[in-house]
Structure formats: C-alpha cells, structure tokens
C-alpha cells in the first residue's frame, strides 16, 4: 500500500508569483484535504476535495484554489503569493470521513 | 467555531519520566481526536486516534483519554525517552476537517 506523496519537497517563490503543489492520495482513498501550517503553528484546514469536488472550505482567499483528478491525486495552487504565504503545506488523503493520512509536506518559502 | 488548546506549549523533562501532554477544545460535537507527532520540518504522525464514543486509547507507551463532556483529552507516554522528543499535535473532527492545536514541544534529556 502506497502512503501519501507530496512534491516538490522545497520550493522558494517571490511575491506576487503563482505556485503549484502536488498529492497523491494513498492507494483506495477518494477524499483529499489540504492545510497550511506556519511555522509554531499548528495546521490550518484550507479545503477538501471529495471525488473531484470542493467538499468545504476553509478560512482561506479565493486566490487558493484546488483540483482533484479521476485518480484522486490533487493539486493546490496559490496566486500572487504573499509573504505570509511561506509555510508547510500539508496533504492529508482519506476514505470519504474516514481517518486522515498525512503526506510529508512542501515546504513554501516566500521572498 | 472550534478552538483547540494545548498547554503546555513546551516540556523538557529527564529519561525515564513519564510525560502527561494536555489538549482542550470548544466544540464537544466531535466525530473523534486524533494525536500526531511531527518531528522538524517534517510530516504528522498519526499517534492515536479515539472515537467520540470512547473514553481512551492505547498504543504500547503511549496511552490518550477523552472526556468529550469537558472538551479535554490527555496524552501519557510512559518512561519517556529521548527518542520521544518532538512535537505533539492534538487534533479534533468536526464534520469534514480537524482542527489542530498548536502543539506541545517535547525534549526528553538524555
């Protein structure tokens, strides 16, 4: 059974930039939530995709925007990036409300 | 609007003591509490998870309890050791999202 993958691992971008993240769920799981962890923080839910729609969403501006695709994996992509924007970004798959399973994050530096 | 709650924000304590991590939250309508590790830079480790029907869980050292009525749940790692510094999360369901405390930093001296 294949965990949840994450990439890039790093990425530094400049404000104003758009930047895309990358998930893939774990094997047999259709659901994919997104969380922004700033650092001494803990994760802030962004918003979660259930078989390729936007299942809720969270405290976040529209320029953070998502996709998931028929396979399940996922994307999260940020515009004119801010510097507050620099954090971990955390991808957690599931079985629908079933526990979530956490992938390695990226890592988002902001200049 | 679910607010979670750990106190302390840090610990350091000698090898062999047992460590007792606290976590709070608002919102007692929960489906269930998960606790996860995170280690520098790095991911969340699922720990322990304990549904809202339940009263505890337990995982070798590690022993988590939940009273959903008082909005608290304790996390115990017995014999601690230094292998067991980290970062503790405490996180709780509601609907479709968790909702994370913002930590307790472990350090277990050698």
């Known amino acids: 059974e294949t965990g949840v993958t994450q990439s890039p691992t790093h990425l530094i971008k400049t404000r104003g930039q758009q930047v895309t993240l990358r998930c893939s769920s774990q094997s047999g799981h259709n659901t994919v939530s997104w969380y922004q962890q700033a650092l001494g923080q803990g994760p802030q839910f962004i918003f979660q995709y259930y078989r390729e729609e936007e299942n809720g969403r969270g405290n976040f501006p529209p320029r953070f925007s998502g996709l998931q695709f028929p396979n399940y994996s996922s994307e999260l992509n940020v515009n004119a990036l801010e510097l507050d924007d620099s954090a971990l970004y955390l991808c957690a798959s599931s079985l629908f409300e079933d526990t979530q399973y956490f992938g390695p994050g990226t890592r988002l530096t902001v200049l | 609007k679910q607010e979670v709650t750990q106190i302390p924000a840090a610990l350091s304590v000698p090898e062999g003591e047992n460590l007792v991590l606290n976590c709070s939250f608002t919102d007692s309508a929960i489906y269930n509490l998960q606790w996860f590790r995170q280690d520098p830079g790095k991911g969340l480790t699922s720990l322990l998870l304990?549904?809202?029907?339940?009263r505890e869980q337990t995982s070798g050292r590690l022993n988590a309890s939940l009273d959903k009525s008082s909005g608290r749940s304790t996390l115990y790692i017995a014999a601690s050791q230094p292998g067991d510094s980290a970062t503790y999360l405490c996180a709780v369901r509601n609907d479709y999202k968790l909702s994370f405390g913002a930590g307790t930093t472990v350090t277990v001296r050698a």
């Open positions: 304990i549904q809202s029907s339940q």
